[in-house]
């Protein structure tokens, strides 16, 4: 596809269940971000991704929370044992090579986490 | 540490009123600055940037000047149109980092 695709759009789970997050970032990106959106908060930095190296996990809220990425493409955040304040907007965006260099990022629509 | 602030919102105009957006930054060294927008269904979007002290980034009628003296980047522009109506985020890019820090955004409102 042409933009940075996330599923799934939606989910509802019970406390204490794993989910599994998706992104596809558009072809050819080599870095790739997760961010974390609450309401009221800001964009929150979860974990960036070189590749298929992440050579900065400094925003991963707890040892629950934890990302891949394979083949340098798509990339897969998932967390265990949820807890309603991990409810939130999961944004997954990435760039040509490392944001550093221009800033500009191109983001997916965001996986919205309800977690009752 | 970095950090950026924005004003609250939701900022609410009449079509062709004049619009700012305020954001201030904490930063070491010398960041880059954005302004970012998320219209309705949509994905963030990067809308501009300036990458050093007195820079003016602008695009679509919008203008942000880096302010180091004030440490701000405000966004302002002089005309806004019911499809402005978006959320807005200021974000800057620490010297020698990967990483975009965010502000909390700003819900824009226009009405006809």
């Known amino acids: 596809g042409a933009g940075v695709s996330q599923s799934p759009s939606n989910k509802v789970t019970e406390k204490g269940k794993d989910v599994e997050l998706r992104c596809d970032p558009i072809s050819g990106h080599t870095a790739l971000y997760w961010y974390r959106q609450s309401l009221g908060q800001g964009l929150e930095f979860l974990i960036y991704f070189q590749g298929n190296s992440a050579p900065d996990k400094s925003g991963l809220p707890s040892d629950r929370f934890s990302a891949e990425r394979t083949g340098g493409s798509v990339s897969t955040l998932t967390i265990q044992r949820t807890q309603q304040e991990d409810s939130a907007v999961y944004l997954c965006?990435?760039?040509?090579?490392?944001?550093?260099?221009?800033?500009?990022?191109?983001f997916g629509e965001g996986s919205r986490l309800t977690v009752l | 540490g970095n950090s950026v602030t924005q004003m609250e919102g939701p900022v609410t105009l009449s079509e062709e009123a004049f619009l700012t957006i305020n954001c201030t930054y904490t930063?070491?060294?010398?960041?880059?600055l954005f302004w970012y927008v998320q219209y309705p269904g949509e994905g963030l979007q990067l809308l501009l940037k300036?990458?050093?002290?007195?820079d003016k980034g602008s695009n679509k009628g919008f203008e942000a000047t880096y302010r180091k003296e004030t440490t701000s980047f405000h966004l302002e522009k002089g005309s806004v149109q019911v499809s402005d109506s978006a959320v807005y985020f200021c974000a800057l890019l620490a010297y020698n980092t990967d990483k975009l820090i965010f502000g909390t955004g700003t819900r824009l409102q226009v009405f006809p």
């Open positions: 930063a070491t060294g010398y960041p880059s």
């Open positions: 965006a990435s760039s040509l090579v490392s944001g550093a260099d221009t800033g500009e990022l191109f």
């Open positions: 300036a990458t050093k002290a007195d």
